[in-house]
């Protein structure tokens, strides 16, 4: 099973390939690619298409962008055809969607293992330090949360040389995208649909995304469970927004790296607001859980056993879980230096851009280890997967290339829980992301990846 761009499909990788580092390489195309002239027609329906429904973020290069509604847009980064995957992927994903999230929960509710895990890695990266003080604060209180909501993405590649689909990471907090996630999903249904033949393609086999429709019915659902008809829901863009109103939901849109807290008043307001009776999405539990420290330790030995019941559940979940180390290891430092292609250094941050990566991975490892103190508690190893990679035609500014691309597929959660009874616990939509093969990070927003969708086959 591989993933591809659904018309240049990929040739299975050949036998004996498996095993040592495989970097995707350029696949032979089964499918002839659209001709020039087909091409060039869909690129510029869907900049049409994209300009006349939003598919749009803001401009890095316009003066005013950002600061004037309506002024300086440009159409979001997007592949120009949808992505095929398997339907053996998809279903795996979506059937992880509420283990994950149930997970979550059950882990946001052991303070003790959240201080514990992250203990050393507070001593060393401050940001992280000054979320586990609100946490621990909260402890102190005995603070109860009886009503608790998460929108989460889980965010997984599929391994070429194994064919698993691996988790790259598990997101509690601002979990972007889905807006575009969803316009990129009609925008290829509906190039799809005015060129049926000429592609041969199927317009059904692009999966509807819901991601947006079900994260509001989460928060509203939240809100009807706050039980306060004047009640707002709080959408925290920049620090310190006080509305006088009661607050039934919180919703952090910011709040994720430490440029959101640029002075004391923001952590007061973040703890503020913890302290409140309202519904935090996310609360700082969920916050912690999120962290790639949590996301490591969950993956040894026996830790899932905590917090899961069900012995089935435990291996679904285990399954897609990626090679992940803490630092306290030598061996695995040795193994790192010597083939820093192989694997991922991540601190406990979030946004894309902060992961280290093949030469500076080594670099890094090498002079941390050489200053003896615990600074490497601030990171943990992943080991690096490398998906199959296919000939895209992506479209940035107004102009398409053809790349040799590798993908990223999240499936967004939502789960509303109050008190014993889950009122939510769903897997709702989901964001296709690709990139250049030859590209570490990922992020769109980050302006290295493209807008996808799946085209299920
Ligand atoms: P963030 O919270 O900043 O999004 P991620 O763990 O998702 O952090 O890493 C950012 C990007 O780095 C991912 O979108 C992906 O492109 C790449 N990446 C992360 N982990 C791996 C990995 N184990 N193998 C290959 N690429 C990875
Ligand atoms: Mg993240
Ligand atoms: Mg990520």
């Excluded at 990929?10 to 580092?21: Q, Y």
């Excluded at 003066?63 to 055809?81: E, Q, T, W, Y």
């Excluded at 059950?106 to 979320?131: H, I, M, N, P």
């Excluded at 949360?145 to 998460?150: H, P, T």
Aim: net charge negative.
């Amino acid at each position: 099973a591989q993933t591809a761009a659904v018309s240049p499909v990929p040739a299975k990788p050949k036998a004996g390939e498996g095993g040592g580092v495989r970097r995707p390489e350029q696949r032979q195309l089964a499918v002839p690619a659209p001709e020039k002239r087909l091409v060039d027609e869909l690129v510029e329906e869907a900049l049409v298409w994209s300009s006349q429904h939003g598919l749009v973020v803001g401009d890095k290069n316009h003066p005013r962008s950002g600061k004037a509604p309506g002024v300086g847009l440009l159409h979001a980064p997007f592949s120009l055809l949808p992505m095929s995957f398997p339907k053996v992927y998809w279903d795996q994903a979506v059937e992880l969607a509420p283990l994950f999230n149930e997970l979550v929960d059950r882990v946001s509710l052991d303070g003790d293992f959240l201080q514990e895990t992250l203990a050393r890695t507070k001593e060393v990266d401050s940001f992280t330090a000054r979320l586990l003080d609100i946490h621990s604060k909260m402890m102190k209180l005995n603070k109860k949360e009886d009503v608790r909501l998460g929108l989460t993405r889980s965010d997984y590649m599929v391994d070429g040389a194994t064919d698993l689909l691996l988790q790259v990471e598990l997101n509690t907090i601002s979990t972007s995208s889905n807006g575009l996630a969803c316009g990129v999903c009609e925008l290829h249904r509906n190039l799809i649909r005015q060129h049926e033949r000429e592609l041969g393609l199927n317009p059904e086999c692009v999966v509807g995304n819901t991601a947006i429709a079900q994260h509001a019915e989460a928060l509203a659902g939240a809100w009807a469970e706050f039980n306060n008809q004047s009640a707002v829901v709080l959408v925290v863009v920049q620090a310190e927004e006080r509305d006088g109103l009661p607050v039934a939901v919180v919703y952090f849109r910011a709040g994720y790296t430490p440029n959101d807290y640029p002075s004391e008043a923001e952590w007061r307001a973040r703890l503020l607001i913890e302290c409140s009776s309202a519904i935090k999405c996310p609360s700082i539990a969920y916050h912690l859980v999120g962290t790639k420290k949590i996301q490591q330790e969950l993956a040894k030995e026996n830790v899932l056993d905590r917090f899961l019941d069900s012995k089935a559940d435990i291996e679904k979940v285990r399954k897609c879980f990626a090679g992940l180390w803490s630092l306290e290891n030598d061996n695995i430092i040795m193994s790192a230096i010597e083939s820093p292609e192989l694997f991922v250094l991540k601190p406990q941050r979030e946004g894309g851009g902060n992961n280290i990566y093949g030469d500076n991975l080594r670099e890094t490892l090498v002079s941390l280890k050489n200053d003896g103190n615990n600074e490497l508690a601030a990171y943990i190893l992943m080991q690096r997967i490398f998906p199959p990679a296919s000939l895209c035609y992506l479209v940035r500014e107004g102009t398409c290339i053809r790349e040799n691309a590798v993908s990223e597929f999240g499936i967004f959660g939502s789960y509303l829980r109050s008190k014993d009874k889950v009122v939510i616990n769903d897997q709702c939509g989901y964001l296709m992301r690709t990139k250049a093969a030859s590209l570490n990070e990922g992020g769109v927003v980050a302006g290295y990846a493209f807008l996808n969708s799946v085209f299920l086959t």
